[in-house]
Nanobody, 115 residues
Framework: QVQLVESGGGLVQPGGSLRLSCAAS????????TGWYRQAPGKQRELVAR???????NYADSVKGRFTIFRDNAKNTVYLQMSSLKPEDTAVYYC?????????WGQGTQVTVSS
């Protein structure tokens, strides 16, 4: 059974930083592309960052230069380091693993950027 568990969300002031973690069981992250998505109230879920099995990364234009996705294969965990946070980054952030058969999602972690 595949489980993805996100953590690290919270309330942060504009300009601050947070690191999100996504720990997996039942699946090996390094074999698949893994992504972080977010969904703000009233908006569609959008891709924030993705890392491939080979380690290549891509980012939404809105977060380039501020967010970094990386993976610790030994811990089977994917991270999203977020810096220079803006109020518009406020959303529920979800971890995703894409396989040939299906996508897997975590339960989400809330990030709120507010003074």
């Amino acid at each position: 059974q595949v489980q993805l568990v996100e953590s690290g969300g919270g309330l942060v002031q504009p300009g601050g930083s947070l690191r999100l973690s996504c720990a997996a069981s039942g699946i090996i992250f390094s074999i698949y592309a893994t992504g972080w998505y977010r969904q703000a109230p009233g908006k569609q879920r959008e891709l924030v960052a993705r890392i491939t099995s080979g380690g290549s990364t891509n980012y939404a234009d809105s977060v380039k230069g501020r967010f970094t996705i990386f993976r610790d294969n030994a811990k089977n965990t994917v991270y999203l380091q977020m810096s220079s946070l803006k109020p518009e980054d406020t959303a529920v952030y979800y971890c995703n693993v894409h396989t040939v058969l299906r996508d897997y999602w975590g339960q989400g972690t809330q990030v709120t950027v507010s003074s």
